[in-house]
């Protein structure tokens, strides 16, 4: 009932599970996922967040009049 994300998390990434790393690797094959993709979405996702939280600030900003 993992996310893609959560399955790369917890098989690259150290996330921590109760599900042994056999159960997450064989979920993981099953998908078709790769380390590649794993990648790309880590780095795209937390991008994200920091442009997000970035914008939040701007817009939390005093403005001058």
Do not use: H
Not at 7 to 28: D, K, P
Not at 54 to 64: D, V, Y
């Amino acid at each position: 009932q993992l996310s893609n994300m959560q399955l790369c998390e917890t098989l690259y990434y150290n996330r921590a599970s109760n599900q042994t790393r056999v159960a997450i690797g064989a979920e993981f094959n099953r998908r078709g996922l790769n380390k590649r993709w794993c990648d790309k979405e880590y780095k795209k996702f937390y991008l994200e967040k920091v442009v997000e939280g970035l914008l939040s600030r701007k817009e939390q900003a005093p403005t001058e009049s």
